[in-house]
């Protein structure tokens, strides 16, 4: 039976678009990367002020070149469910172009695999909330392939908190005491001269 052009167009159409028109997804990725970070469970870091230290590379039991195609590594802080509920500029969706559990970049580098290390000072701008730590392995394309991460799949073990800088900086108090007390001695000062001006016309 001969099959129509229109009905070829349109299947050729329709099998571009389902192989490009969706992204990785995480559920495609494959677990290989082994990854820790020193913060404890439930331990809570100041933003601005706390350091931690992320160890990453390729976990030991998977078989040897599974690796190839690796070459470079982003490690990013990641909010745990608890930080993520009614927050949708936080939903963690599965195609990774449209994901947003892991918004902040800790380090991106080429890609060895092992005895990879790196301390970040938690930023000051980072919000109060639950986190953990997820490295992804990216091939030559700049696409996602693999990842780590420092808790388990349901996202529930080895989490940590961030408190946020809230209220004013201390500095911020001085250089406001400073120009208070300034302000008097001026106001004062200014006082005192139209005090002698008005003695001195009076004499005149």
């Known amino acids: 039976m001969e099959i129509p052009a229109r009905f070829l167009v349109v299947s050729l159409l329709l099998s571009c678009f389902a ?42 039991t998977i078989q040897a070149g599974t690796d ?10 990641c ?3 608890i930080s993520q509920k009614d927050r949708s500029w936080r939903k963690t969706v599965d195609e990774m172009k449209k994901d947003k559990t892991c918004l902040v970049k800790i380090v991106a580098k080429p890609y060895t695999a092992s005895n990879n290390s790196f301390t970040w000072t938690v930023e000051r701008d980072i919000p109060t909330g639950t986190y953990f730590v997820r ?37 911020l108090d001085i250089a406001s005491v ?27």
């Open 178 to 204: 400073c120009f208070s007390a300034f302000s008097i001695v001026a106001l004062a000062g200014f006082f005192y001269m139209e005090k002698s001006k008005g003695k001195a016309a009076q004499q005149k």
């Open 68 to 77: 190839s195609a690796y070459k470079t590594v982003k490690v990013k802080l």
């Open 135 to 171: 490295a992804y392995a990216f091939n030559a394309q700049d696409e996602e392939v693999a990842f780590g991460q420092t808790t388990n799949d349901k996202k529930e073990t080895n989490l940590f908190q961030i408190q946020a800088i809230t209220g004013r900086h201390a500095s």
């Open 19 to 60: 192989t490009t028109g969706y992204g990785v997804t995480f559920t495609s990725l494959k677990r290989t990367l082994e990854v820790t970070a020193s913060p404890k469970e439930g331990q809570v870091l100041k933003a601005g002020d706390a350091d931690i230290t992320v160890t990453w590379g390729l976990n030991r």
């Open 79 to 81: 909010y745990a469910p």
